[in-house]
């Protein structure tokens, strides 16, 4: 009998996500200069600050490079940002080696076809409510919150709550 995404949760040691889709809703805004901005939820932010804390691996991976998600990123506490990715499979399996990771151990949110390989690969494949078709099939948990609107915090806070983590660190100096 297959395990339910729940029991998998008591094993997640690694959180991995891509940026558009997942951490923001999958627009972007150009300006006149060019520039492409995008919108993060702060309660993703909260969630993924309050994993680092708790001594998870949290890592971004992503086919964009957006300087501007890096510095947002790293002001959480992440240190693994990927970006400008082509091979996520690739940028996968050296970081899993670094950190010596096995794949069941991870839980990867993505949410449109680059994702896809990576995602056949780890113990929790996760997406939003709104990836695309492909993605949701292959999802063993698929959130009832849309990608940049708190579906990284509804992943990070079910895993928590799963391993009795779940506020056990909570100081009120979150952001």
Known sequence: MAKSYKEIMNNITTFIFDVDGVLTDGSVVVNTKGEMLRTMHTRDGFAMKAAV????????????????????????????????????????????????????????????????????????PTCPQDACPEIKGISSYISHVKGGKGAVRDVIEQVMKVQGKWMENFNGKHD
């Not at 001594?55 to 970006?83: A, K, P, Q």
């Not at 499979?89 to 076809?113: A, H, R, S, W």
């Open 53 to 124: 804390e708790a001594g998870y691996n949290v890592c971004v991976i992503s086919g964009g490079s957006n300087e501007g998600v890096r510095l947002r990123l790293r002001n959480l506490g992440l240190t693994d940002i990927h970006l400008g990715v082509a091979n996520k499979v690739e940028t996968f399996d050296e970081y899993t080696d670094v950190y010596n990771i096995k794949p069941e151990q991870v839980l990867y949110m993505g949410d449109d076809i680059p994702d896809f390989p990576v995602m056949k690969l780890v113990g929790l």
